[in-house]
């Protein structure tokens, strides 16, 4: 059996007015969008870069200012972008011993994005930052070697348990999702059949996948657990 691994990651855009109060509702929306696209990894740097870029609108071209928001995957770096009305306004990259506190925006922009710039247009610009990504293409998977032999493991699963999505031949998520609950249930089932433990194994599983998470954020693994 043909398995797809493709991760489709249409790029979206929203207009929105560039209030303060806006920014926490781009920011869960933000968070809603990379968890689909498995890019959770970039979550915190994603969020902050677009509460720099948003309030520097705000500061510099006013309150209220129509603004949208886009993003997308640009090879294997994820691209954020807002665009605003004013061409004249550009945001500047201070030196340490100028920024003041309307200056330091821009400056946390520039330690986070791996890239980031400014595109001119007559009557509006686009400031722009792209964020690294574990991904190795486009449309591949974050996550490593777990997360590619894990898919091979659902297509394992017969066509008809797992139907292809109507907008291409990648499998729903929702579909993928309940054949992965199948394949731990097998998996229990396996387990119990040659009297292992299965709730032994569960929680070792769980340990092993909240510490190498927690490595790859940053976070030190909890006491007795070694990641694999």
Same mark, same amino acid.
């Given at each position: 059996m043909e398995v797809d691994h493709c991760m489709q990651r249409k790029p979206w855009e929203l207009p929105f007015l560039a209030e303060p109060r806006e920014v926490a509702g781009l920011?869960?929306?933000?968070?809603?969008?990379l968890g689909m696209w498995g890019l959770q990894e970039c979550v915190e740097d994603a969020?902050?870069? /677009?509460?720099?870029?948003?309030?520097?609108?705000?500061?510099? /071209? !006013?309150?209220?200012?129509?603004?949208?928001? @886009?993003? @997308?995957?640009? !090879?294997?770096r994820l691209r954020i972008e807002v665009r605003d009305p004013d061409a004249r306004a550009l945001p500047t990259l201070l030196a340490p011993e100028r920024e003041a506190e309307c200056g330091r925006g821009i400056a946390l922009l520039d330690a986070v994005a791996d890239s980031w710039g400014v595109v001119l247009?007559?009557?509006?610009?686009?400031?722009?930052?792209?964020?690294?990504?574990?991904?190795?293409?486009?449309? !591949?998977h974050a996550g490593g070697t777990r997360v590619t032999r894990a898919e091979a493991l659902l297509g394992l699963y017969s066509p008809a348990e797992l139907p292809r999505a109507r907008h291409g031949s990648r499998l729903s998520l929702a579909t993928a999702e309940e054949a992965a609950i199948d394949a731990i249930a097998d998996l229990l089932h396996w387990l119990h059949a040659h009297?292992?433990?299965?709730? !032994?194994?569960?929680?070792? @599983?769980?340990?092993?996948?909240? @510490?190498?998470?927690?490595t790859a954020l940053g976070a030190p693994a909890s006491p007795g657990v070694t990641a694999r």
């Open positions: 920011r869960r929306i933000l968070r809603l969008h969020q902050l870069c /677009v509460s720099e870029l948003v309030s520097n609108v705000i500061a510099h /071209v !006013g309150p209220g200012t129509p603004t949208t928001l @886009a993003v @997308a995957v640009r !090879g294997t247009h007559t009557d509006s610009k686009v400031t722009w930052c792209e964020l690294a990504t574990s991904l190795t293409s486009p449309e !591949g009297g292992c433990d299965p709730d !032994g194994a569960l929680d070792r @599983a769980q340990m092993h996948f909240e @510490a190498e998470v927690g």
